[in-house]
């Protein structure tokens, strides 16, 4: 029914193709053009930006060490010298804030790219291979049987608190979602005919899965990885509050929560801070993940 | 027959996007239905033949698709103007509609008989067993077995005739002045819609309903309408009676249009002196696995043994379940054979585990052209994927793909181009020319052309003949249209539930059919005995 009839009857009539647009296809930069359209979104992107660029360069921004005791000047309030204050043990608020984007940051991205890496890999394993399924799936299953925080907990309490244990203890839970939905892409492809047209012209196992099947996982592994990296930087924040993340003297937005919840009457703002920081960067990635899904997917864009 | 009220009357209606677009989309469409009349709308698509129904029935879509200028009038009254309610109202007792694909206008989670029986609970005042009895009488009407089970059935438990049959009982129930029904044949095997032709025709008559009827098939238009209306692309073309049209066209389209239908004359004759390139032998297929205690397998196909020659058009004909895209699938091993033999240019590769070694010999073309085709990789990427493969350096291969384009009718500087770029007829080109650059000894083509509209279909099949006369490649050709198969193949195989039941020249098969079966699909053909391209009946030569 959607067929557009040929123009041409005798074979050698002129053809009627449609002109040339653009790339040819909708390219990164128009889907980054298309996300940038909406103020939500472009509201977020500056937001993110600016924790980005704040992490790159902490050092410039007036920072001094984050780590440096001086119990002469505990739980002060903002000065010329302090601007937020300092906590318990005389640090510098401002500076641990600051510092503290690039722990949150990198617990972020670090996990989208293990998650991911490994994800992706078990997907296709699986979605490509029956009997890698049975198995590793079952395996999976059986991860996400177990809550998360629980997991991270653990691993980080066999291994010690270092910033790679607590990357990996967020990542490995992250896995079997990542590797669930990419199977489901294979699976779903696996069939398609233009998938069996390659293997009858002869396309290999592994050029058939890089050129044919994993690029239909582009799309929901963007908007998956928007959310991993959301939630990494909050469950980062939960281990840390828990006492279980990244080592007490590293200056992450949990574990600021963590030493400032004794003196929560007292100074509420050493909370505050660091609390409303991992709501902005959480909330902004989400936002830019919602934009992504519905640009992306054209079954939600259709609703728009 | 002038004399007889006027039902429906289109008048000079224009249909266009909103917001609206450079051009509307259908443009000043003008004909009447008289009572007991069938009003056949043909065209190809994109004619607008579907979207003119859907006003018919103030169904567009309306954030998308509004009527921008004249009237439609059921019994005068313009559907148009009404209010949303009087519309609803109209619908249900004076205009019904029939869809397309049955399976998808009734509701999975409920009876079929509840789903009838709701009709008349909303827009009557009778009691339940009135209403029963009124369903099970119109089951009964609609001849379909056992009304009393069927009414406690669910829609998967039916079969597609019997679901469309529950679609048409549902129409017309509250006995409408109009019947709309858009292609609702099309997804039906022959047989089958040569049932439901009848059924609408009968009922028709007994209820002097107008109906209208949506049609891309002249071989359909030929047997049911008493007039027809021809549009292209969102003109009305031509309008006139059913013999006008078919013998004597005044616009060029409709004469295109019609002399496009493929006729059932068989056209090519066998070649028995040319070598074997394929040869099957015993070939089965069991879907399942047999367990200790029960056996739960299907048997999809057996016993099926053919030969196909070189530079044959081999036609492999049957209805849905006869197990003949299992054997086109079979003998190239993307489905794995249960038993039996395929022996290609003398090596059986049954047992072969080189399928590569196989496969560059045979190639395949699939049905729909729109998936067959990597959306994200231009055309010249798809044609050359194979050569590559196979080790044919990229410039020769680029140099290759080009040509074989050119042979295909398409310039060679569409390599760049993605397939959203082409109409389904250009893809399936692109998809021909993918497997002929192969230089295979075999092309397997299932249901190749099914999906095209007729003027394509037949551009698609000289281009198939063209082929396998420069190139002397052979062709296994699967479809389910006799019609088509008559066109092109020299010999004719035909499957009835994993069996063939008869083989032989395409001349012997469709002229003289010994089995039942071939005789019912012949008898069920739309039009068997109508000449299209000639614009006359066939003359049987015998």
Redesign the interface.
């Given at each position: 029914m959607t067929f557009e009839p040929d123009s041409a009857v005798a074979p050698n009539a002129p053809l009627d193709l449609p002109e040339m647009e653009g790339s040819g296809k909708g390219g990164a930069w128009q889907v980054l053009r298309d996300v940038l359209s909406s103020w939500p979104a472009r509201i977020s992107a500056i937001v993110l930006l600016l924790i980005v660029l704040m992490a790159v360069f902490a050092p410039f921004l007036g920072t001094g060490n984050p780590v440096t005791i001086n119990p002469a000047l505990r739980l002060q309030g903002s000065s010329a010298e302090h601007w937020l204050g300092t906590d318990s043990y005389g640090r510098d608020v401002y500076s641990r804030i600051v510092y503290g984007a690039r722990i949150s940051l990198a617990v972020g991205a670090g996990t989208v790219i293990v998650s991911l890496v490994l994800g992706i890999f078990f997907g296709v394993l699986t979605g490509y291979f029956k009997w890698a399924d049975i198995i590793v799936m079952r395996f999976m299953d059986g991860l996400m049987a177990i809550p998360g925080i629980l997991l991270a907990i653990a691993l980080v309490a066999i291994s010690g608190a270092t910033l790679t244990t607590v990357l990996i203890a967020i990542a490995v839970p992250e896995i079997p979602r990542v590797a669930r939905m990419v199977r489901s892409v294979i699976l779903g492809v696996r069939n398609e005919p233009y998938v069996e047209a390659a293997s009858i012209l002869g396309t290999g196992v592994w050029k058939m899965v890089w050129r044919h099947m994993l690029p239909n996982t582009v799309a929901p592994l963007i908007v998956q990885g928007t959310y991993i990296f959301a939630s990494a930087i909050m469950t980062e924040s939960i281990l840390s509050f828990l006492g279980a993340g990244v080592p007490p003297e590293t200056p992450s937005w949990g574990n600021m929560m963590a030493d400032g919840r004794t003196f929560f009457l007292l100074k509420p703002e050493l909370i505050l801070y660091p609390g409303v920081m991992v709501s902005l960067t959480v909330l902004s990635v989400n936002m830019l993940g919602d934009v992504l899904r519905d640009r992306l997917d054209p079954r939600m864009a259709k609703r728009l | 027959m002038n004399d007889t009220p006027v039902v429906l009357s289109v008048e000079d209606v224009t249909i266009d996007t909103r917001p609206a677009g450079r051009k509307p989309i259908v443009r000043n469409i003008t004909f009447d239905v008289r009572e007991a009349e069938t009003v056949c709308i043909v065209g190809?698509?994109?004619?607008g033949k579907?979207v003119t129904s859907m006003a018919i029935m103030g169904l567009l879509p309306k954030d998308s698709l509004q009527v921008t200028g004249g009237r439609i009038l059921l019994d005068g009254e313009d559907v148009l103007k009404v209010t949303p309610a009087r519309m609803r109202e109209l619908r249900a007792s004076r205009v019904a509609m029939v869809f397309q694909e049955p399976m998808t206008a009734l509701n999975p989670v409920k009876t079929v008989g509840d789903q009838i029986d709701e009709v008349l609970r909303l827009h009557t005042k009778l009691s339940a067993a009135e209403r029963r009895k009124k369903v099970l009488h119109m089951m009964e009407r609609v001849q379909l077995p056992d009304v009393e089970r069927i009414y406690r059935s669910y829609p998967h438990q039916l079969s597609g005739g019997q679901r469309q049959r529950i679609v048409i009982a549902m129409a017309l129930i509250l006995r409408p002045r109009l019947l709309l029904a858009d292609e609702p044949t099309t997804a039906l095997d022959v047989t089958t819609q040569k049932q439901i032709l009848r059924l609408i025709k009968e009922l028709q008559e007994e209820e002097k309903t107008a109906v209208v009827f949506v049609t891309h098939d002249f071989g359909v238009v030929s047997e049911i309408a008493d007039r027809i209306v021809v549009m292209n692309?969102g003109d009305l073309v031509e309008t006139g009676t059913r013999d006008e049209i078919l013998t004597h066209p005044k616009e060029d389209y409709t004469r295109?249009l019609v002399s496009s239908v493929p006729s059932l004359v068989p056209r090519c004759d066998p070649v028995p002196k040319n070598p074997k390139v394929m040869e099957v032998i015993g070939l089965a297929k069991r879907y399942g696995k047999k367990g200790f205690t029960s056996d739960s397998t299907v048997l999809a196909a057996q016993g099926i043994s053919f030969t196909v020659r070189k530079g044959e058009i081999t036609g492999i004909i049957g209805e849905s379940g006869s197990g003949k895209s299992t054997v086109a699938r079979c003998v190239?091993r993307?489905t794995e054979p249960s038993e039996g033999a395929v022996v290609l240019n003398g090596q059986d590769i049954v047992p072969m585990h080189n399928l590569?070694a196989v496969?560059?010999q045979?190639?395949?073309i699939?049905?729909?052209p729109?998936?067959?085709?990597?959306?994200?990789?231009?055309i010249g990427q798809s044609l050359m994927?194979?050569l590559v493969?196979?080790g044919v350096p990229e410039k020769e291969a680029s140099r290759k793909a080009a040509e074989t384009l050119e042979m295909v009718?398409?310039?060679a500087h569409?390599m760049?181009?993605?397939p959203?770029?082409?109409?389904?007829?250009?893809r399936q080109r692109i998809?021909i020319a993918?497997a002929v650059v192969?230089e295979p000894s075999l092309l397997i083509a299932d249901e190749a052309v099914s999906?095209?509209?007729v003027?394509?279909q037949a551009?698609v099949l000289?281009?198939l003949e063209d082929i396998r006369t420069n190139t002397g490649v052979s062709i296994l050709f699967i479809t389910h249209d006799l019609r088509v198969a008559a066109q092109i193949c020299n010999t004719i195989v035909v499957m009835q539930r994993g069996r063939i039941v008869e083989q032989g020249p395409a001349r012997d098969v469709l002229a003289w059919p010994t089995h039942d079966y071939t005789r019912a699909l012949i008898d069920a053909a739309p039009a068997p005995d109508w000449d299209f391209q000639n614009f006359r009946p066939v003359e049987r030569a015998v």
């Open positions: - | 190809e698509s994109g004619s579907s692309r295109m190239m993307l590569r496969r560059k045979v190639q395949y699939f049905q729909d729109y998936r067959s085709l990597n959306p994200r990789r231009t994927e194979g493969n196979y009718n398409l310039p569409v760049n181009r993605y959203h770029q082409f109409s389904g007829g250009q998809a993918r192969m999906a095209l509209d003027t394509v551009q000289r281009l």
